[in-house]
């Protein structure tokens, strides 16, 4: 790995200036779709040289392949592609050959960024090779497409990352499918770069206004796809609420023609915009808007041409037929109809240029002016393409990877640029034939990194570099994929290696480390607010930024409303938990973090059961007045807390009260573990620590502990189970005396007293008077985010976890992992399970929970707590299913 120093001037293969004549048609009228000051400044930064690089900007995280095949049964698919999630789920396909059938098997393959070696493959069922693979807006489907013209979607079979299925899908009969996406639901959520400092999360993260490409009755969007074939036809699949596929086809114009490349994107009025090539640079790339709609409970599709363009390359006399063909045709978003990448290449070298829609005005001859004057508004606009940027000759283009931050380009753009600390959304990847791999600002094409993927060391000049790029043939990337965040650059070679990149939040600048951490906690916000996964940012996550991570996160959340604080409460413990596990001084915290999740679902699920006694009662629920009464009556004693409440809103059944015992069980164990602890408090490497200091988690037990006691009124067999030493203690009692004392000492954040001694005394007492609980705490998982810290190369082998090939659990987390032949537990259901359990099993692709994957209850009670987590884990992570007798 290499980053490119440079001397001066622009970047060899990189202009520093737009075409002749460019300049001029950048001039443009008030009203113009991006705005005359964006091509000014955009001419300003080609102007002057681009910034050094002394840090390094890329680099290999890891790098997993397959086991070695005979020669004959592997096959380089063409084309190769791949697709990357909001959930970090990445599909890729490569094909396999029969060596007796002698026929092709189409194989997707489906892997998470934390564990890839655990890799889902799939036979296709494509007759012929997979041409396109496009994630929907959840991350929990996946449409692929083929040369024949079929197109399926999969979905996950009970919710499991390492399961998947074909459930629907269409088809237009032999006519292969060159573009496909799925329609827009109108949700648009921007970044404001320049506002990052902001204390409010709405003016960081705005919702812009964008309409569905189309809606059901009361305005929810209708889901389907659409897909573009080599013939020029245009289909559209509606998926109705029924179940049922709505599939029609339409030509894109009425001159059909051969389309060699397309891309799909949408407008904010929604529309869907077509791009189409022949693949001759020669040829105009044309424009389509496609409008769909449903009349009669039939798809109809209504499709306008649009302005077209020619190449900048074409009309340069010499380089007229440099450049035959068109390789590569994108927008640069799905959402941003008005800006598209193009590509051309020969054999050896490519040219990108990157072209902008723009109302422009028409000019009106003088004569038609002295007739009827043009006044303000009433001057006749038309739509036109202008060139924003183009590059020099480059090596061969193999693959192009966009960027999915949806960041303003009007005034955040330039002024990251303007002031050279780079933001990773505003570069898009271009991969080469000689295995390299550049970053290049989106509008500008300026270089922002460089990675040399054929070098093993680093190189020290140019020489050396140029030796390198000359000596035999170099693996290179067939297909790419930037991460949700551009935090990571995902690339498949023709052997179909997996290679995972890091890409450095400051691209390469030499940032101090404040504003380091303010790129980093920029986006985990912004995954925060969206749900989005965030594991490509903890790439970046080094141990000595942990402590300051989580204390800024927690210092921006509390900042936020208490409506949108009650959204993100659970994601935000996730957060902090996962951030925990990347230093060894904060391991102990990410159980912590679990076990408040589990007592904030608990505490949820508990609440939702009560109702109240009568109809007309007052707007509180049940749920609300037990935490009002719990807060302001300050009583030591349960009793006296108890009788303030209206006991008949808590009656239920007798089976619901005993169905729901284990997780009282879970409640009653960890108080007297807490409590227990309290002497040792000094020590925040032990479990359980946090949640000393924490007044709302231990107000939350308090709660739970005189819903319990009333219960325990109704059914005593669903109380906790205590082994005490007296027949006639009251042990409810003591642990709520005991936890009220301490609640008192910490229930308001800004004034945090010391418990005095006698509480401590009485808790040291607890030993001998109680049996102290083991509390099964959440295993350290297997994934492999733990292993990058020291940021050398981890080489992976598909179907094999590290630990087979070299690689150990860190000595950190052996007080954490579980051995082989102790009992295993649910730990949603917190049953036991065995030293060796028979039921099948599921495990978060993130935390390591491990639940059943069937659920063995009956009671609806239960069943209401199941099935909050049947499509994630407590943390939000997804599920997959796990071998029986899991070690």
């Not at 979905?155 to 009969?173: I, K, P, Y």
């Not at 204390?199 to 705005?206: I, R, T």
């Not at 390299?436 to 190189?459: D, T």
């Not at 325990?712 to 003591?734: E, F, I, R």
Request: hydrophobic residues 40%; charged residues 20%; contains cysteine.
């Amino acid at each position: 790995m290499q980053i490119w120093r440079r001397r001066s001037g622009p970047p060899p293969g990189l202009s520093s200036a737009v075409p002749e004549g460019a300049a001029a048609r950048r001039e443009q009228p008030a009203g113009s779709w991006h705005g005359c000051a964006c091509a000014v400044e955009l001419s300003r930064l080609r102007s002057r040289p681009p910034p050094p690089f002394p840090g390094a900007a890329m680099d290999l995280a890891y790098v997993c392949e397959w086991e070695k095949r005979p020669k004959s049964d592997h096959c380089p698919p063409i084309p190769l592609v791949c697709a990357w999630s909001c959930r970090n789920l990445i599909a890729f396909t490569t094909d396999l050959r029969n060596e007796e059938e002698r026929d092709l098997t189409h194989m997707v393959h489906i892997i998470d960024t934390e564990h890839p070696w655990d890799v889902y493959s799939v036979n296709s069922g494509h007759v012929e090779a997979i041409t396109c693979l496009e994630w929907d807006q959840s991350g929990s489907r996946l449409l692929s497409a083929d040369a024949d013209g079929h197109i399926k979607c999969w979905s996950m079979t009970d919710h499991l990352a390492n399961s998947w299925e074909n459930t629907m899908g269409s088809m237009v009969e032999g006519d292969p499918v060159v573009a496909l996406s799925w329609l827009h639901n109108g949700v648009k959520l921007a970044l404001h770069v320049e506002k990052s400092g902001a204390s409010n999360f709405g003016e960081k993260f705005s919702r812009v206004k964008f309409s569905p490409s189309l809606t059901l009755f009361g305005g929810k969007p209708m889901e389907g796809w659409i897909a573009v074939t080599i013939s020029g036809l245009v289909t559209v699949s509606l998926l109705k609420p029924n179940g049922q596929v709505l599939t029609s086809t339409e030509s894109l114009c009425r001159l059909r023609c051969r389309v060699a490349l397309a891309d799909v994107a949408f407008t904010g009025g929604g529309n869907i915009v077509v791009a189409t090539s022949d693949g001759s640079s020669a040829s105009p790339v044309q424009f389509y808007k496609v409008c769909v709609s449903v009349v009669n409970e039939k798809c109809k599709i209504d499709t306008e041409i649009l302005p077209s363009l020619f190449m900048r390359c074409t009309t340069d006399p010499a380089r007229k037929d440099k450049y035959p063909a068109i390789t590569h045709l994108k927008f640069l978003a799905r959402d941003m109809s008005e800006q598209v990448l193009l590509c051309a290449s020969n054999q050896n070298n490519s040219i990108v240029e990157c072209w902008s829609l723009r109302k422009e005005g028409l000019p009106v001859n003088n004569i038609f002016q002295q007739i009827s004057p043009v006044v303000g508004d009433k001057q006749p606009m038309i739509l036109k393409w202008r060139i924003l940027s183009a590059t020099n000759d480059l090596d061969r283009v193999s693959a192009v990877a966009l960027p999915k931050l949806p960041i303003s380009l009007t005034n955040t753009d330039l002024k990251v640029a303007n002031d050279t600390k780079f933001f990773p959304g505003l570069g898009l990847a271009l991969a080469f034939h000689d295995g390299s791999v550049h970053i290049v600002h989106r509008l500008s094409l300026q270089m922002m990194a460089v990675f040399h993927g054929s070098s093993s060391q680093r190189p020290v000049d140019e020489q050396t570099i140029k030796r390198q790029r000359t000596t035999g043939p170099l693996v290179h990337f067939k297909a790419m994929q930037l991460s949700w965040t551009s935090l990571a650059l995902a690339g498949i070679d023709s052997h179909g290696k997996l290679s995972m990149l890091r890409i450095s939040p400051s691209m390469g600048h030499v940032l101090d480390m404040n504003t380091s951490l303010r790129h980093l906690l920029f986006l985990l916000e912004y995954c925060m607010v969206t749900g989005y996964d965030w594991w490509d940012i903890l790439l970046h996550v080094q141990p000595n930024m942990v402590q300051n991570l989580v204390e800024k996160l927690h210092e921006e959340y509390t900042r936020q409303s208490a409506a949108l604080q009650q959204v993100l409460a659970t994601r935000i413990v996730a957060m902090k938990a996962s951030l925990c596990k990347l230093s060894s001084s904060t391991i102990a915290r990410v159980c912590d973090y679990h076990a408040k999740l589990f007592l904030i679902a608990i505490s949820c699920t508990l609440k939702s059961l009560l109702r109240p006694h009568f109809l007309n009662t007052p707007d509180k629920s049940p749920g609300d007045r037990l935490t009002e009464v719990c807060s302001k009556i300050t009583d030591i004693d349960i009793d006296k807390v108890m009788i303030n409440l209206k006991t008949e809103e808590f009656v239920l059944e007798m089976n619901t009260l005993q169905s729901l015992q284990q997780l009282i069980q879970w409640v009653g164990d960890f108080v007297l573990y807490l409590l227990a602890s309290l002497p040792n408090q000094g020590s925040p490497v032990r479990p359980g620590h946090s949640f000393l200091r924490d007044g709302a988690s231990l107000g939350m037990f308090r709660e739970l502990m005189v819903v319990i006691r009333i219960w325990g009124l109704l059914k005593p067999s669903c109380l906790p189970v205590y082994t005490a030493t007296s027949d006639t203690q009251d042990s409810m009692s003591l642990l709520f005396r005991l936890l009220t004392k301490l609640w008192l000492c910490c229930r308001e954040e800004s004034h945090i007293t010391e418990p005095d001694d006698t509480l401590i005394d009485e808790c040291c007492l607890l030993p001998s008077q109680l049996l102290i609980p083991n509390i099964d705490w959440l295993p350290i998982n297997d994934g492999i985010i733990s292993k990058l810290q020291n940021k050398q190369l981890v080489r992976l082998q598909f179907g094999k976890a590290p630990g087979l090939i070299g690689h150990t659990v860190s000595s950190q987390f052996d007080a954490f992992v579980r051995a082989p032949g102790q009992p295993k537990i649910d730990h949603l259901r917190r049953l036991h399970l065995g030293a060796y359990p028979t039921e099948e099993c599921k495990s978060c692709t993130r935390c390591g929970c491990v639940t059943m994957l069937k659920s063995p209850n009956k009671v609806t009670a239960v069943k209401q707590w199941e099935q909050r987590w049947v499509k994630n884990c407590l943390c939000g992570g997804l599920w997959r299913r796990m071998p029986l007798s899991y070690s």
